[in-house]
């Protein structure tokens, strides 16, 4: 039976024939000529459609098999961490860079997770959300890391999924820098690491409890 093909970056659609590729666009942010070859590509292989997704890609809906490979060799563009165990998207809002209401570097700081950490191999699947503000457009409060600006530094919160038992991330630290952020979120996917569960950090920590998390990652 046909299905989703990791090694490809390629996941299998509904009509269990086609495929959908989604090229990795760090942030969201995305220059014109990328579009236009993500169009180009879309409109050679006639794929069905083309979806901008909830992290911040545009997919290419409705590819052969067969064409795949061409596709992703036409595009330049390396594959985004769609499916798989890892760390999957980094969403980014955007912050002082473009926004009048931006109070920190929500760009400057995701596109460093991004660089670092996206598709990284995690024992869990791993969401991660930067915002420059408290408005959270990037949702901070529902991924496994969340990153808020306040007008004093960066709110870090953990624990945070959607899904079927949605979960809010609890707070464990704010007014950090970006340097104390950087180490905390390290601290954080060692800690997911090495603790080896299949389950979401939010999971995780409430087996383990918020204290104990804490200590894990140097807070206490
Ligand atoms: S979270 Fe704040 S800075 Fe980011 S886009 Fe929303 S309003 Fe702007």
Redesign the pocket.
């Known amino acids: 039976m046909a299905k989703d093909l990791l090694e490809k970056g390629a996941i299998l659609q509904r009509d269990k024939q086609t495929y959908a590729i989604a090229p990795h666009l760090p942030g969201g942010i995305v220059s014109a000529e990328q579009l236009r070859k993500i169009a180009d590509v879309a409109e050679k292989y006639e794929a069905a459609t083309l979806k901008v997704t909830s992290s911040q890609r545009v997919a290419i809906v409705g590819l052969k098999e067969e064409d795949i490979d061409k596709a992703w060799d036409e595009l330049g563009i390396k594959p985004g961490a769609a499916i798989g165990i890892c760390v999957r998207s980094i969403k980014i809002?955007?912050?002082t860079t473009f926004?009048k209401?931006?109070?920190q570097d929500?760009v400057g700081l995701g596109l460093k997770i991004d660089e670092k950490y996206h598709g990284m191999p995690l024992p869990s699947k791993f969401k991660m959300a930067v915002?420059?503000?408290a408005?959270?457009?990037?949702e901070p409060a529902i991924k496994d890391i969340g990153v808020m600006?306040t007008p004093k530094g960066y709110t870090v919160m953990v624990g945070g999924n959607a899904a079927l038992k949605p979960r809010l991330a609890d707070v464990i630290a704010d007014e950090l820098n970006e340097d104390e952020v950087l180490s905390l979120v390290d601290k954080i996917i060692s800690f997911t690491k090495s603790n080896g569960s299949k389950h979401r950090l939010g999971r995780v920590i409430d087996e383990i409890g918020i204290d104990k998390f804490k200590k894990e990652v140097g807070l206490q």
């Not at 408005?135 to 990037?138: A, G, P």
Request: glycine share 24%; hydrophobic share 0%.
């Open positions: 809002c955007p912050g926004c209401r931006g109070q929500s915002s420059g503000c408005n959270s457009c990037s600006g």
